[in-house]
């Protein structure tokens, strides 16, 4: 790990560590833990070993380095030379891991390379699933062969909840609710995309003027509609992770669906990535002292009405077992999982917003759904409404079969009220 000692002007008095991807690893036979930067801006990681851990955590942005090097001597018993610290410290600052001048430059470099490239390229495209466009109509055509008989939706349906897993495990139950949404889809004038964040912080929204590609063809973002909502969210806000849009697969994995069933007909999207929803499920805040929220799902209730919308929430529903930080699933675990899930869906089904936030409130939310916000804002900016599910699975999530993602595909379609408010207004 050692490197030549640089000059610490650019490194902040108070080291602060950023939200960073740790792993726990073996390397050369020792317990070491790996620490990448999570936005991907470089390549470069650092491999701490596991008696050093203590550091990344006094990496606060509370403590001078000499008051780290004390609280590692007199709390954790370790002994760390000034130079040794700094030659770490650095690395830290290289591997863009600090809140720093140096992580300010890289993040600024890859906004603008980032906008004014002509489009955001499919970041899974080849790892995770064909490049070839070809060989990916193929790959879907014999997903959606296999979905044959699956009910189809009105072509009014207005709402699909979508898996954002890899297709590997995934690709029947995409083609399933794909295929039964598909009139929707192809009618759809706008189309609206909530991908989960992975690497958003609470309550986020966040924004992105740059199209969207995939091997299939580019999706024009409705650069208007984003406007007006940065407006309202103030740009700030609605931008400071936009670079998430770069790497983040929950969206990009609905699009290509989208893309293979207009068969290449361009249709106005406006991709969203949605934080995290755990300081509303602890009670630690209220949903309704968002403020942004609700000028957020007012300004999209209103285009809603003046072209024809699908919203699609990308989100899987239950991560558990081992792979999540979890007991391992025996027979008895998995059979309760598949009730709790049938009781989620159906709460979805209902097509409430409120209803939904006050079941995953009663430690649903405990069962780690990566589809929770992006389904609240579905069902929000619907409004009432009604669903069908039309496909289930549990997915393997380890070797061993004792980790499992479920995931699920439904289509809404206005209640009956809402239909006839519709027609009422006209």
Known sequence: MRVKTKSMNNRPDKPKLRDVNVQQITYQGKPVFLLQDSLKLTEAAILLPQPLGPLALLCDGQHTVS????????????????????DLLQQFDKALLLE??????AKQQAIEKYRTTPFRPPALAGPSYPADPDILRQMLREYLDQANGVPLSPSNSQGIISPHIDYDRGGLTYAQVWASAAEAVRQAELVIIFGTDHN?????????????????????????????????????????????????????????????????EPCPILPVLCGSFHHFMTSQARIEDEGKFKVFTDTLREEITRRRTVIVAAGDLAHLGPAFDGFPLDAVSQARMKVDDAALMEVICQGNAGAFLDFMKTEQYKRNVCGLSSFYFMLDILGPSQGQTIAYDRCPADPYHTSFVSICGIVLQPSADRKSEAVTRE
């Open 200 to 264: 958003g912080g609470l309550g986020t929204i966040t924004l992105t003027t740059q199209n969207y590609a995939t091997p299939l063809g580019v999706m024009p973002t409705d650069k208007d509609l984003v406007n007006r909502l940065a407006g309202v969210l103030g740009p700030e806000n609605a931008f400071a992770d936009e670079l998430h849009h770069r790497g983040e697969h929950s969206i990009e994995l609905a699009l290509v669906w989208l893309q293979y069933l207009r068969n290449g």
């Open 100 to 105: 720093s001048e140096t992580f300010s430059r």
């Open 67 to 86: 008051e780290i090097r004390a609280a590692l001597e007199v709390r954790f018993g370790l002994r760390l030379p000034q130079n040794v610290l700094e």
